[in-house]
Structure formats: C-alpha cells, structure tokens
C-alpha cells in the first residue's frame, strides 16, 4: 500500500468520526455505524478505482 493508500483510509475514518456528533447519526447502534463506515470506505475506494467491485468488498467485510 502506498501513503495516497493511507490517507484515504485515514480521511475515510476521519470523516466518520466528525458526523458521529451529527443529530441524525447520535442514537445509531455500533453496528449502523459500522455498516454506514464500510459503505463510505467502499464509496471513497470506488472513486479511486472504478473498477473496484463494492459487491465483493461488502461480502468480505460480512454485510451481504
């Protein structure tokens, strides 16, 4: 992985955690907020790499 790898990871991550404060998001489960996690990563990984398949990334990380 390289530092451009990173940094998406970390910003993916950041971003998260600021709505966490947001009204919408303040009485969602751990696991809502991890499915809403792993979507925004495979969104900002599709926007790299548009030929990243979403499908396969959510079946690894166990959501389908």
């Known amino acids: 992985m ?3 790898d990173y940094q998406l990871i970390a910003d993916t991550f950041k971003r998260h955690l600021q ?3 947001m009204k919408v998001f ?3 489960t751990v696991e809502e907020s991890t499915r ?3 979507i925004s ?3 900002d990984l599709q926007e790299e790499n548009p030929r990243f398949n ?3 990334f959510f079946t690894a990380c ?3």
């Open 36 to 38: 809403r996690l792993i």
């Open 54 to 56: 979403r499908e396969t």
């Open 2 to 4: 390289t530092r451009k």
């Open 26 to 28: 303040k009485s969602e």
């Open 19 to 21: 709505t966490k404060d």
């Open 41 to 43: 990563m495979a969104l």
């Open 62 to 64: 166990g959501l389908l």
